[in-house]
């Protein structure tokens, strides 16, 4: 094998054996005398980062510091948020638990990054920032969140939601019954493996975009079926999962809709703010029927 198809094989390997946990890029390889030529990972869209968030940082046990926002009023649920390569300090990320509050939900966003947030770079700087942070860790960290949230905040309920590199946490925060998710929304999760999505323990919601060129239709497509066969799957928000062999997974595409586009949308095209509300709604919608809340009387929303 010569040296450039040798570099062509190492970087692709090395995007297979990332690409679990990230927004994977495309990658069109050297061979011969041609350059190679790298996508790097998804950009940062609107990030919201001039929005005022309404809640408080805190740091809990093994020093994770966490975004925590409460409702208004009494409530039995909590929900944990999964942020993207960017951070738990974007706005895009903490208007989420802000607005899950105002549906009456604890939330609580972890610093799963531990203060190092991807901050933009190449391949070769990605691979190591990724590294950086083993899933061991990022695993103890949720299960850290569920256990503050039940001993300290007296939340019996816990749901997990999560975008883009988080969609992928929230897949796997679910394979264990150890975790005490109950119910979990994942958001164009990226590098979500077939086996992975057979394995939730919870009730899980997928939501993608058709013209993801970060997490392809035909990846999903493969999961989708896979949870068809394993009969796992509801095909509406409403419908019985009473036959389901488990809990109920179900998958949704958005139509024309791009990768971030519930959680960074340009709220600024009418069409594209649009599709971001409905799939927040649909996220509400799961919360509600595999999350039961005890007391609504006093909560905004």
């Known amino acids: 094998m010569d ?4 570099l062509l094989f190492v970087t692709v390997s090395s995007l297979l054996i990332v690409g679990g946990c990230i927004c994977f890029a495309v990658v069109w390889g050297a061979i011969g005398n041609k350059k190679e030529t790298v996508v790097g ?17 805190i740091v809990i046990t093994s020093n994770l510091p966490i975004y925590l926002v409460e409702p208004v009023g009494s409530c039995s649920g909590a929900v944990i948020v999964v942020h993207d390569i960017h951070g738990y300090e974007v706005g895009a990320s903490r208007l989420i638990a802000d607005e899950l509050a105002m549906h009456g ?5 972890p610093d799963l990054f531990r203060g190092n947030p991807w901050k933009g770079g190449d391949w070769g700087q990605y691979f190591m920032w990724s590294a950086s942070h083993p899933q061991e860790r990022v695993d103890q960290d949720i299960l850290t969140t569920v256990d503050y949230l ?3 905040k007296g939340m ?3 749901a997990i939601v999560g975008f883009c590199w988080g969609g992928k946490q929230v897949v796997l925060a679910t394979k264990s019954p150890s975790t005490k998710i109950q119910a979990a929304v994942g958001f164009y999760g990226t590098g979500i493996a077939v086996d ?9 919601m997928l939501i993608f975009a058709q013209n993801d060129t970060v997490q392809p239709l035909a990846d999903v497509r493969l999961i989708e079926n896979a949870l068809q066969t394993a009969n796992k799957i509801i095909h509406s928000l409403n419908a019985d999962d009473s036959e389901l062999s488990g809990p109920a997974a179900y998958v949704k595409i958005f139509e024309d809709a ?5 959680h960074r949308a340009n709220r600024s095209d009418p069409v594209a703010a649009a599709k971001a509300d409905e799939a927040k709604q649909d996220m509400f919608a799961w919360l509600e029927r595999y999350l039961p809340m005890e007391e609504r009387d006093n909560v905004i929303g």
């Open 258 to 262: 791009d990768h971030a586009f519930a």
């Open 196 to 204: 992975e999505a057979l394995a939730m323990s919870a009730p899980t």
């Open 105 to 109: 939900y604890t939330a609580v966003l």
């Open 3 to 6: 040296r450039s198809r040798l």
């Open 156 to 158: 019996e309920n816990v």
């Open 41 to 57: 990972p998804c950009e940062p869209g609107d990030t919201r980062n001039d929005y005022v968030a309404n809640g408080t940082d």
């Open 150 to 152: 039940q001993t300290e």
